[in-house]
C-alpha cells in the first residue's frame, strides 16, 4: 500500500490542461525532493521531472512540477494524444528509509 | 548513451532462488547510486532496493528484506539482485535504475531504466 495518493485517472481534450496531485506527509514529500515519471504503454518509466521542479534534458516544457507542504502536483499543458500513459510520483520516504511511489495516475486524451 | 540492459529473469518455482543482472554502459558507472524498482502485472511501481556508488550504503523496501541482496561489481560495470526464497507475490518486471545525480545519498530519481527482466514465481 503506497504512502503517496495519486488520483486513479484524469481525462481531457486535446490541447487543455490537466493537473495531477500527490499527497504524502512529512516524512517524505515535506522534507524530501519529488520526482515525477511517465510510463507509456508498454515501455519503462521515463523522468519526467526531479527536484519538485526540475526537467531532464528532453522533458518537453509543457510538463512543469510543484511542491507545496505535502503535496506535489504535475501540469501538463497542450495536452496531445501521445501524453495518454500512466504517470508516478516518487520521493525518498525519511521515516521508512525507502523510496515510494504514488498509486499512480492514468491520463486519458478524450 | 547509456544504455542499461537487464538478464536472468525467468519462471521459478516459490521458495525458489535467482539471480538478476542489469549491465551498463555509457557513463562512468561507479558515479552513481543504482537501483532496482519491479511492476507486478497490471500494478504500480514499487521500489525495491539501492546500492551507493561505492557499495557503502544499501536500503531495502521491508518486502524483500531478509531475501534479497543487492551488489555490484563496479569493475564489470554491473549491477546484481540476489532472489532468495521467492513468493508468488515477487512475480514481476524487475527493472534497473540509475540515479540521476552523481554520488547521491538521499535525494534520488531514477534517470534511466532499462527495459527491464520478467520473474514469475510459480506454486
Known amino acids: 500500500q503506497s504512502v503517496l495518493t495519486q488520483p486513479p485517472s484524469v481525462s481531457a481534450a486535446p490541447g487543455q490542461r490537466v493537473t495531477i496531485s500527490c499527497s504524502g506527509s512529512?516524512?517524505?514529500?515535506?522534507?524530501?525532493?519529488v520526482s515525477w515519471y511517465q510510463q507509456l504503454p508498454g515501455t519503462a518509466p521515463k523522468l519526467l521531472i526531479y527536484?519538485?521542479?526540475k526537467r531532464p534534458s528532453g522533458s518537453p516544457d509543457r510538463f512543469s512540477g510543484s511542491k507545496s507542504g505535502t503535496s506535489a502536483t504535475l501540469g501538463i499543458t497542450g495536452l496531445q494524444t501521445g501524453d495518454e500513459a500512466d504517470y508516478y510520483c516518487g520521493t525518498w520516504d525519511t521515516s521508512l528509509s525507502v523510496y515510494v511511489f504514488g498509486t499512480g495516475t492514468k491520463v486519458t486524451v478524450l | 548513451e547509456v544504455q542499461l540492459v537487464e538478464s536472468g529473469g525467468v519462471v521459478v518455482q516459490s521458495g525458489g532462488s535467482l539471480r538478476l543482472s542489469c549491465a551498463a554502459s555509457?557513463?562512468?558507472?561507479?558515479?552513481?547510486?543504482m537501483h532496482w524498482v519491479r511492476q507486478a502485472p497490471g500494478k504500480g511501481l514499487e521500489w525495491v532496493s539501492l546500492i551507493s556508488w561505492d557499495g557503502g550504503r544499501i536500503d531495502y523496501a521491508d518486502s524483500v528484506k531478509g531475501r534479497f541482496t543487492i551488489s555490484r561489481d563496479n569493475s564489470k560495470n554491473s549491477l546484481y539482485l540476489q532472489m532468495n526464497s521467492l513468493r508468488i507475490e515477487d512475480t514481476a518486471l524487475y527493472y534497473c535504475?540509475?540515479?540521476?545525480?552523481?554520488?547521491?545519498?538521499?535525494?534520488?530519481?531514477?534517470?534511466?531504466w532499462g527495459q527491464g527482466a520478467l520473474v514469475t514465481v510459480s506454486s
Open positions: 527536484d519538485n521542479n
Open positions: 535504475a540509475k540515479d540521476s545525480r552523481m554520488y547521491s545519498s538521499s535525494w534520488y530519481s531514477f534517470g534511466y
Open positions: 512529512s516524512s517524505n514529500i515535506g522534507n524530501n525532493y
Open positions: 555509457g557513463f562512468t558507472f561507479d558515479d552513481y547510486t
